[in-house]
């Protein structure tokens, strides 16, 4: 049902959106990504900005994408982190 969404990413967001509800909407909000293909920026790499900036939070999640400017994003997340250079290019469970 994840497409090709990679797999920490699907458990991020049942992580993180353990609701039914709210996993449905934040699962469809990311899939949203991995339908398009000309973001200039890795698919997953934006997903993981997007979770990690959204940090549970699905107001915040939708805000995000529907403002979305990719390395804009990828950004904001890296800077939130403390961490510039990190990208979000690794799964979760290997940051």
């Known amino acids: ?3 090709n ?3 920490d990413i699907l458990h991020k967001i049942d992580e993180m959106f353990p609701d039914k509800a709210s ?3 934040a699962l ?3 899939r949203k990504i991995f339908e398009e293909e000309n973001w200039g920026v890795g698919q997953a790499q934006l997903a993981r900005s ?3 900036l959204a940090d549970g939070k699905l107001p915040e999640l939708q805000n995000i994408m529907t403002t979305i400017e990719p390395r804009d994003t990828i ?3 890296e800077i939130k982190a403390g961490n510039h250079g990190h990208y979000f290019t690794k799964p979760f469970n290997q940051c």
């Open 1 to 3: 049902m994840g497409n």
């Open 5 to 7: 969404i990679p797999p």
């Open 23 to 25: 996993n449905e909407k």
């Open 28 to 30: 469809n909000s990311i």
């Open 50 to 52: 997007v979770l990690f």
């Open 75 to 77: 950004l904001q997340a």
